[in-house]
Every structure is written in C-alpha cells, then in structure tokens.
C-alpha cells in the first residue's frame, strides 16, 4: 500500500512510504512490553467490533486517552487483556498506546 505524502512531509528516503503486512516470523518473536505475553493478529470480526466502539468514541488507551482513529490491523495479547495498533506495518508496541479489553462488555 503506497501513501503519497504532502509538501511539508518529505522524509529523507522519499516520497512514498510502504505499509507492509507483519510476517509471521516477526509475530512469533513480538510479546506485550509490559507483561511479555505473545502476541497474535487480532482476527477481522473482532477488529471490526473494536473499530465500531472507536466510532462511538467508547474506547480508550490505557492512558485513558480516547482512541480517536479505526485500526486497520491490531495484535492482541495471548490472554487477550490489551490490544496494540498496527501502524502503517509498524507494531505500535507502547505500553500507554495498549487498548485494554476489560472497557468492552460484549467481548471485543
């Protein structure tokens, strides 16, 4: 996926950034950075019950801070208490940026 970027966004490696998808070698090796659970691609159904609580403004970070922008791709940890965005390709692997999953009360 190729994302044209503005004027006044030109990194140094060019005009274009690519969003690759994770490779499962590299999933098998991620872990939640605050209780070192694995981590697994958050199945589509489930992103997309997330991604309409995010619509209704109903989510929040774990630094209580609302989550104002759908996901296109998430992992969720083996316990499935916190959700980490996939941006761009990117784990977004921050513990404040975590989504906990005890704020939904239909599963998600």
């Known amino acids: 996926m190729l994302a044209r970027l503005g004027p006044d966004d030109n990194p140094p490696w060019g005009r274009y950034t690519v969003g690759m998808p994770l ?3 590299l999933v098998n090796v ?8 694995p981590l697994s691609p958050l199945a ?9 609580a995010i619509e209704q403004g109903s989510v929040l ?4 801070t609302p989550v104002e922008a759908p ?3 998430a992992l969720i940890t083996r316990d499935e208490k916190v959700i ?6 990117i784990p977004v692997l921050l513990p404040d940026r975590g989504i ?8 998600v």
């Open 23 to 25: 490779s499962s070698s």
């Open 30 to 37: 991620l872990c939640c950075p605050v209780s070192h659970e």
């Open 44 to 52: 589509s159904s489930r992103l997309k019950k997330l991604n309409q």
């Open 61 to 64: 970070f774990v630094d209580h």
């Open 71 to 73: 996901l296109k791709d």
């Open 84 to 89: 980490y965005a996939i941006d761009q390709g």
């Open 100 to 107: 906990g999953t005890t704020q939904f009360t239909d599963g």
